[in-house]
Structure formats: C-alpha cells, structure tokens
C-alpha cells in the first residue's frame, strides 16, 4: 500500500516568515495533489502536480514536485493570517488518491 | 457549477438507528469516491465507484456499512445499526477520468453524531 508522510504536522509561524511543508511518499506515481481544509469545512484543491519538475504558484503558496525523490513541498512565502488551515498533500496510484496526515498550519501576529 | 452536494449537512442519531449520507456528484464526472474523516484516523477513503460500478470497498470499516450508486448522479451511503465510534465526518468526493488532472472535487461533508 502507497504511504504518504507529511512533515511536520503542527506548524505554527510568524506572519511574513517563510516555511516549507513536506510530503514524502512510497511508491511511484506521476500526480500529487495539494488541498487545503478550514476548520469545519472541506477540502479545497489548491494544486496539481503531474510531472517531475512540476512547479505551481498560487498567491503566497508555491508547490513543487521531486518523483525521483517521491517528494513534493508547498513552500509558505511571507505567512498572513489567512493561511491558517489544514493542508494535505495526496498522491494518486491508479484512481485512488492516498492522503497525508495533514499539517495543521498557525499564522501568528 | 453547484459542486458535489451532499445531504444531511449534520446528523444526530441513536445508538442503533439506521442512517443514510447522499451525495450527487458533479454533472458528467464518472468517479465518485466516499470518505470519513476523524481526528484520530485521519481521511480515510471508504469505496468508490467508477461509472456507477463499486470497484474497491476494502475501506468499508465493516458489515454495518454499505454503500450504492444507483444511477451516475445519485449515490448513498448507509449505516445500519450506527454505533458511537461511527461518529466522523463524512465526505463525498467526485472526480472525471477523462481528463489529465484526475483531481477530486469534495462535498461540504455530512458530520455524524451517534449518541
């Protein structure tokens, strides 16, 4: 079974620093996802991943993908407030997507 | 788009009682996936369908659940007889495989209570 580990789980950072979340995963595969879930609400897809290389940008956010490595980081550029949430990096094997444990990010004044 | 719909939002049941989650997936995407999501387990994919066809139900934590796709816009998922460890929130999730991103759109979730 495909695992996928995300590091660290709690994050807790100052507004304007910059911080990188990590997903390392266990077997091959060519797509990653990144999601991002508020308190009590859903998930919402921030990012796809499909190729080795593969570099996205959303506002502050920026992730990346390493499938030689099996690993992809979302890369937090001056932290605001309104980055605090749950982010999930999920790996697709086949039609099923493998999700991380989450990491509980807190942005403080 | 109105995006996966998913009904009840909130459900408090008994011990016991048989509950019902629904879900209508988005026009025209052929994969409809059924998660729960708890605290201590995390997200955990329960089985999904691919044109209304159940293809893998390994997640399903036992007899007490089942789950039917009758139709490619209509899908449940049943709980009979509800326990308190069944309490989590539970997400549907919808996806086309047509394309080349493949990622899935998730409802609103329906958080369940068993008391």
């Known amino acids: 079974e495909l695992k996928v580990e995300q590091n660290p789980l709690f994050l807790s950072m100052q507004e304007g620093k910059n911080y990188t979340i990590y997903c390392n995963y266990s077997t091959t595969s060519d797509r990653l996802y990144w999601y991002r879930q508020d308190p009590g609400k859903s998930l919402e897809s921030l990012f796809v991943?499909?190729?080795?290389?593969a570099v996205k940008q959303e506002g502050r956010l920026m992730a990346s993908l390493d499938t030689k490595a099996r690993l992809s980081t979302l890369h937090i550029t001056a932290a605001v407030h309104d980055l605090s949430a749950t982010y999930f990096c999920?790996?697709?094997?086949?039609?099923?997507?493998?999700f991380g444990t989450g990491t509980s990010l807190t942005v403080i004044p | 788009d109105a995006g996966v719909i998913q009904s009840p939002r909130h459900e408090v049941t008994e011990m016991g009682q048989e509950v019902t989650l629904r879900c209508k997936p988005i026009?025209?995407?052929?994969?409809l996936f059924w998660y729960r999501q708890t605290m201590m387990r995390g997200l955990e994919l329960l089985i999904y369908f691919n044109n209304n066809v159940p293809i893998d139900d390994s997640g399903m934590p036992e007899d007490r659940f089942s789950a039917k796709m009758p139709n490619a816009s209509f899908s449940t998922l049943k709980i009979q007889p509800s326990e308190p460890r069944d309490s989590a929130v539970y997400f549907c999730?919808?996806?086309?495989?047509?394309?080349?991103?493949?990622?899935?759109?998730f409802g609103p979730g329906t958080r369940l209570t068993v008391l």
């Open positions: 026009s025209g995407h052929n994969s």
């Open positions: 999920a790996v697709a094997y086949g039609n099923q997507f493998y």
């Open positions: 991943l499909l190729s080795n290389g």
């Open positions: 999730a919808s996806t086309t495989l047509a394309g080349p991103y493949n990622e899935q759109f």
